[in-house]
């Protein structure tokens, strides 16, 4: 397998008016690439923090729980409702000034996430940062407008799984930041790098010259839009509504009726958001198919290695909850001693009080009820809560209390959980995933120059299906998880290297947007979905402490946040199916068996 890049025009190659930097030194070349790929790498980056950092941003909406997910989900659903329009509007519009409208509504998104505490202003912002999922979109039809036709597949490699700052600089920088400041510097430092990124994208790359004058079809983007989440809605929330409750059922239908209505009304349009017949062609469709089920996969596996191993272990939990209780039987013990202490003070002080009267008093005659009543009051007066309770000392109630009269049991347990911080997290699993995902993202763009893309992409899904079953059946502990995720790092980089290539080699220059857009719809979709109902998994699976005191009935309680192993591990097995349905539509594919071309088929 070469590693020489030839950035010569190939022998027999019409030119195009494209803009193509044929001829350009290395030098340009390379930096043109390299603007690109850094401005697409604020998309995962902010991923792989945030998705990391759910623990740290859960407290500061307490009211949110398992819906804290959100912030991962809008991501996605946005971004798969907002990439095809934004791919239709590079084809029409130009695919660099598009690329800087994303990174412009991405700045102001992330500013106000990171300066709110409303969790609708949150969301309000996640969804404009979503628009950064589209710059991957436009990236490929750059990289295929610009770059000679051989470093083609190579730089959609490279575009595909990052130049190291999202792999290596995002999860260490925001280990840090979450570690010594909060999460908000996470927001803070995304920010800064997109400052920084737009005025060297105008500076460094040049426009694509190639154009589709083509109106734009807004009813398409918002029937796919609304359809998505309605649909996401009832998978999230299906558990807490009820499954099959008629108010429950009418989000999934309502979602249903839109995704079923977005494909007639598009053939009908004179200006469809999607070329339908574009869609169909097995070209396409198959690999739109692919990404839709592999995403799964790959929007799962990051939430989950992140929540499980920065999750307290479960002796420590069983401690807290003791810990918790005994204050509370402690106070309760101290509380009851103060109180029989206070009953026989007054007791005592009253029985006096009336003695000395009935003494001042003729033989035989009994004390009149009001002044019964003014001595209990005076008594009362005198012998307060504060100077019995000065009499009571706390220890001496504590000393007979039996030590083992608070038990906690968590039913179910799970065995995960390992206190990681972010920044732990990140040098103990993301690292060495990230460097092989950005290695064999390059190696699978030599591979596919070579052979074409199906077979690293066969490979890819191979491995995703091994590592979910992995997940699932294996030790919970962080070196495990370190280990699979490695070997899952090899299938990102090929999977990413593979299924852009296989658009570009599979239609024509002037539908690339919008079907850049048609691929990333499909992994956003598929990783908002693959989390939605792994979210409904875990929220099926709570962890709960049956917490025991000697003299009272068990009392059962949820432990928020924290869910048993069944939950993660029927989410494993439920992507690894599906990982495993987009293998056979790889293993069947015609498409991606020649070495690719850099898009001259067409």
């Known amino acids: 397998m070469s590693t020489s890049v030839d950035t010569a025009v190939p022998p027999g190659t019409a030119p195009d008016d494209s803009g193509r930097l044929d001829g350009a030194s290395n030098l340009r070349i390379w930096s043109v690439l390299a603007i690109i790929v850094l401005f697409t790498e604020v998309a995962p980056m902010q991923y792989v923090m945030v998705a990391s950092a759910l623990r740290q941003i859960a407290p500061t909406f307490p009211d949110q729980g398992a819906n804290i997910n959100w912030s991962i989900i809008v991501f996605g659903i946005c971004g798969a409702a907002v990439s095809p329009l934004i791919g239709k509007l590079s084809d029409i519009w130009g695919k660099k000034k598009m690329f800087l409208l994303c990174g412009v509504l991405f700045l102001i998104g992330t500013v106000m996430c990171a300066v709110t505490s409303s969790w609708a202003v949150f969301l309000t912002g996640r969804a404009l940062e979503a628009t950064a999922i589209a710059t991957t979109v436009v990236s490929y039809g750059l990289i295929r407008d610009l770059m000679p036709r051989r470093m083609v597949p190579i730089g959609l490699g490279i575009a595909s799984t990052g130049l190291g700052v999202s792999a290596l600089a995002g999860p260490l920088i925001g280990g840090y930041i979450t570690d010594h400041t909060s999460w908000r510097g996470l927001f803070w430092f995304l920010a800064i790098f997109t400052l920084v990124m737009i005025p060297l994208l105008i500076l460094v790359v040049p426009e694509s010259k190639l154009r589709t004058p083509q109106r734009l079809d807004v009813i398409g983007a918002v029937l796919l839009g609304a359809g998505a989440t309605l649909t996401l809605i009832y998978l999230d929330k299906g558990q807490d509504w009820g ?8 989000w999934l239908i309502g979602g249903l009726v839109l995704l079923a209505l977005f494909p007639i009304v598009e053939m009908r349009a004179k200006n469809p958001i999607m070329d339908m017949k574009l869609l169909f062609n097995p070209r396409v ?29 479960s002796s420590e939990v069983v401690e807290q909850v003791k810990a918790g209780t005994w204050e509370q039987v402690k106070s309760g013990a101290l509380a ?28 035989g005659m009994e004390l009149p009820p009001e002044l019964v009543k003014q001595l209990t009051d005076k008594v009362n007066a005198a012998v307060t809560p504060e100077v019995v309770n000065a009499q009571v000392p706390p220890e001496a109630v504590y000393q007979h209390l039996p030590p083992d009269m608070v ?16 920044l732990k997290f990140a040098t103990h699993l993301t690292l060495a995933q990230s460097l092989l995902a950005m290695l064999f993202g390059f190696l699978g763009g030599l591979w596919i120059r070579r052979s074409g893309a199906r077979l690293p992409l ?24 370190a280990l699979i995720g490695a070997v899952f790092g090899i299938a990102f980089g090929l999977y990413y290297a593979s299924t852009p290539n296989l658009i570009v080699e599979g239609v024509p220059a002037q539908q690339q947007g919008i079907s850049a857009g048609m691929l990333g719809v499909m992994q956003a979709m598929g990783a908002a979905v693959g989390l939605a ?4 998994f875990l929220s099926a699976n709570p962890v709960k402490a049956v917490v025991s005191v000697t003299g009272a009935p068990p009392v059962t309680k949820e432990i928020p946040m924290l869910y048993a192993d069944k939950g993660y591990e ?22 991606g068996r020649t070495p690719a071309t850099g898009g001259t088929a067409h």
């Not at 499954?243 to 009418?250: E, F, I, N, Q, R």
């Not at 103060?338 to 008093?361: F, H, V």
């Not at 038990?407 to 972010?422: A, I, Q, R, S």
Request: hydrophobic share 50%; glycine share 8%.
């Open 458 to 481: 066969v490979s890819a899904l191979v491995i995703f299906v091994g590592a979910g079953l992995a997940y699932a059946a294996l030790s919970h502990g962080w070196q495990t998880q």
């Open 570 to 591: 029927i989410s494993f097995y439920f992507v690894a199916i599906s990982a495993a349905v987009a293998l056979v539509g790889a293993l069947i594919m015609k498409h």
């Open 407 to 422: 038990k906690v049991d968590l039913e179910p347990g799970y065995t995960y959980g390992d206190n990681f911080t972010l």
């Open 243 to 250: 499954w099959t409750k008629p108010s429950t059922l009418v």
């Open 336 to 363: 009851q001693a103060q109180a029989q202490a206070l009953t026989q003070a007054r007791a005592q002080g009253l029985a006096q009080a009336e003695a000395q009267a009935k003494a001042a008093m003729p033989p």
């Open 533 to 536: 109902v792994a979210t409904a």
């Open 285 to 313: 469709s198959v690999v739109l198919f692919i990404g839709l089920l592999a995403s799964f996969m790959i929007g799962y596996q990051s939430y989950a290695t992140g929540y499980m191993t920065q999750s307290p272990p």
